[in-house]
């Protein structure tokens, strides 16, 4: 298996195993691709944004200018629109009236809702890509 499906595999494992909780500040699609991240590179880029419901991270999204804003600085990196998205990469997908950030994986993006739990968006939903992998 890959190291970034292993990765994935254990951020995964962390909620649905009772180490996370699933809600806003704790198992959310911002808390899902830190902790895909800390599994794959050792790094918390969720230190220093904490909230813990959904009115404080509405306020944390709309003080960075938007979700894909919020994730280039946690992630020091902005999205890279010639990318072309690959398992491993962070996404936000746009489905509906809602955008959520998630992993991709094979032809789809997985993220964690507050209240719906894992669920996986189409890849063409997917509006902005940061690569997470050397080629």
Not at 21 to 33: A, L, N
């Amino acid at each position: 298996m890959q190291e970034w499906a292993q990765a994935v595999q254990r951020a995964v494992l962390h909620y649905k195993g009772g180490d996370g909780d699933v809600g806003y500040g704790s198992g959310d699609c911002c808390q899902f691709i830190s902790r895909y991240l800390l599994e794959l590179t050792g790094t918390d880029y969720a230190a220093g944004f904490a909230y813990d419901d959904e009115a404080s991270a509405k306020r944390l999204i709309v003080s960075h200018g938007g979700l894909p804003a919020l994730i280039s600085t946690a992630l020091e990196a902005s999205p890279d629109p010639a990318h072309d998205p690959q398992p491993g990469d962070v996404a936000v997908v746009h489905v509906g009236n809602e955008m959520a950030a998630g992993v991709v994986g094979q032809g789809q993006v997985l993220c964690l809702h507050p209240d719906e739990g894992f669920v996986r968006c189409p890849a063409e939903a997917i509006t902005d890509v940061w690569p997470c992998l050397k080629s």
